[in-house]
């Protein structure tokens, strides 16, 4: 059974940064794409990047390059998502989410991570 | 870039009845790759349908995609109290992967 899970919330200051984790059980790592995607408060989801495990290799939407890094580890099968300089329009639940089988819609979700970023 | 707009912004409807969601690309959608979510407070968002019209592993058939190209329309058939939630489609052909803005279904 495939299951994403992430690590707890947090809470920074701005102009720190923060680093959430997703570990992913229940299938072979390096065969499916990890995305990130963020929804602020009151607002819809917004598509941050995307890993391929297999050989770390990245894409990151324009809004966040630069700020944005994403990780992983395949001997723990975690993904992690930096994302520094924060700002209060940061305040977000963060999601990983998996690739699907034919093609890359996101079948599985993890729980969602809050980031809240407040002086 | 592709940009989705959904529409309408909420929909308010009584148990029963067809829900019917737009979503419009701002440029035609690669190979139809185009999906469904349904996302409701506290958890997270539920894959409905991929590729436009193929419904997802556990999905029942009250919930049907169609459409191609830059229009596509997600239907709720014989709406359940459960069912209140915010519907995104997203399309995944290119990048970014862009989200619409989300329709909100009322069940009232």
């Known amino acids: 059974q495939v299951h994403l899970v992430q690590s707890g919330a947090e809470v920074k200051k701005p102009g720190a940064s923060v680093k959430v984790s997703c570990k992913a059980s229940g299938y072979t790592f390096t065969n499916y794409y990890i995305h990130w995607v963020r929804q602020a408060p009151g607002q819809g989801l917004e598509w941050m990047g995307i890993i391929n495990p297999s050989g770390g290799s990245t894409s990151y939407a324009q809004k966040f390059q630069g700020r944005v890094t994403m990780t992983r580890d395949t001997s723990t099968t975690t993904v992690y998502m930096e994302l520094s300089s924060l700002k209060s329009e940061d305040t977000a639940v963060y999601y990983c989410?998996?690739?699907?089988?034919?093609?890359?819609?996101?079948?599985?979700w993890g729980q969602g991570t809050l980031v809240t970023v407040s002086s | 870039e592709i940009v989705l707009t959904q529409s309408p912004g909420t929909l308010s409807l009584s148990p029963g009845e067809v829900a019917t969601l737009s979503c419009r690309a701002s440029q035609t959608v690669d190979s139809n790759y185009l999906a469904w979510y349904q996302h409701k407070p506290g958890q997270a968002p539920r894959l409905l349908i991929y590729?436009?019209?193929n419904r997802a592993t556990g999905i029942p058939d009250r919930f049907s995609g169609s459409g191609s190209g830059t229009d596509f329309t997600l239907t709720i058939s014989r709406l359940e109290p459960e069912d209140s939630a915010v519907y995104s489609c997203?399309?995944?052909?290119?990048?970014?992967?862009?989200f619409g803005p989300g329709t909100k279904v009322d069940i009232k």
């Open positions: 997203q399309q995944y052909g290119g990048s970014p992967r862009a």
């Open positions: 989410a998996r690739t699907g089988d034919y093609g890359d819609y996101l079948d599985y």
């Open positions: 590729g436009a019209f």
